[in-house]
């Protein structure tokens, strides 16, 4: 039993040496095997296009009585220094916020150019997943409705101050 076991880790151990690779027919054929990608990943150690712009997810709240909350900030958990070193597992949850905002906005400039504008945006997969995550988060007891932005900001330049790209409309709780 001992030996199965060894082979099927080192075989996962292989593999997942070769996923690494980036233009490998191995790894094409696995794509397709592991389609949501979690059994094998990629690991980036150097971004080959590091990002240079951040997204940043404010959420606001209409309490019952009409009244706004001030905007809150969502920060993505970070993982401490120490475990960074080992895995990182709030990393895809922050490069899966960034793709939905870069989603949206790209949405919302296909929309601009179109011919026929509409209220496509709010069916789009970007603005509904990122609806679902801005409800997921802690609201008062008095809230009925909530209402997210996305911000632009330049990572750790401060010379240039951050940018509204999009506000939502209010959102029922």
């Not at 979690?38 to 009409?66: G, K, V």
């Not at 070193?85 to 939905?100: C, D, E, G, H, Y």
């Not at 919302?108 to 504008?117: A, C, R, T, V």
């Amino acid at each position: 039993m001992s030996y199965y076991l060894t082979a099927l880790f080192t075989l996962i151990l292989i593999i997942s040496i070769v996923v690494q690779f980036p233009n490998s027919r191995i790894r094409a054929m696995l794509k397709t095997l592991d389609y949501v990608r979690l059994l094998f990943p990629q690991s980036t150690l150097f971004a080959p296009d590091p990002p240079i712009l951040d997204f940043e997810i404010l959420y606001r709240d209409r309490l019952t009585d009409d009244r706004l909350t001030v905007w809150r900030a969502i920060h993505a958990e970070r993982t401490p220094l120490w475990g960074i070193v080992f895995w990182s597992p709030t990393k895809r949850w922050r490069k899966q916020l960034a793709f939905l905002c870069e989603r949206l906005i790209n949405q919302i400039h296909y929309e601009l150019k179109s011919k026929n504008p509409g209220n496509r945006i709010y069916l789009s997969f970007a603005y509904v997943m990122l609806a679902a995550y801005v409800v997921r988060q802690a609201h008062g007891s008095m809230s009925d409705y909530t209402q997210f932005m996305v911000v632009l900001t330049f990572g750790f330049d401060e010379q240039k101050s951050p940018a509204i790209l999009f506000i939502s409309p209010f959102i029922r709780l």
